[in-house]
């Protein structure tokens, strides 16, 4: 099981880690496309009889066989890279709703620290606050962001009061 830090840890990851997300999205969807329109080029001529045939017994394929196997490694391919995107897509999408739910200072804070890659102190006077309070802010919409990026799965035991009654 995962413990709360791993959360947090994560979900600074992927804050840090979000317009490279958007880059590897972008990079992902244009070689798809490139992909395909190689796709609509590579065509398989049909086959002959007597025309073409294996030599020797060396199990070479046939320059049709050829063009059909490079065509099917390029479908692959271009399925890897959409489960990929899709991948990077859904992430994405649930920073963006996470951070969607803060308020506007909070947002500014998370987008300047982690997504900007700014110091605390830079953060603070990004949003024209003193360098403790964007961290006490900061570290609060953190926790909100990670909880709702993966839900309560894990909540610190210093939330938890545990009381026992003396015999």
């Known amino acids: ?59 070479e394929f046939t320059t049709v066989e050829a063009a059909a196997v490079r065509r099917l490694r390029i ?31 909070e947002k500014e804070v998370i987008r300047a620290r982690y997504m900007d890659g700014m110091t605390w102190a830079e953060a603070a006077r990004h949003v024209s606050y003193t360098e403790r309070w964007a961290k006490v802010r900061g570290r609060k919409a953190l926790r909100d962001v990670a909880l709702m990026l993966f839900g309560v799965l894990m909540r610190p035991m210093q939330l938890k009061l545990y009381h026992e009654k003396n015999p």
């Open 1 to 59: 099981m995962r413990e709360y830090g791993d959360y947090i840890r994560e979900t600074k990851r992927l804050l840090q880690n979000y317009n490279k997300m958007k880059v590897a999205a972008l990079n992902l969807t244009e070689e798809i496309k490139a992909q395909e329109n190689l796709l609509r080029d590579e065509s398989i001529a049909s086959v002959r009889y007597g025309e073409d045939g294996v030599q020797s017994g060396r199990g």
């Open 75 to 105: 479908v692959e391919h271009v399925e890897d890279m959409r489960r990929r995107l899709d991948e990077i897509t859904a992430t994405m999408r649930a920073v963006d709703n996470a951070l969607e739910l803060l308020d506007e200072v």
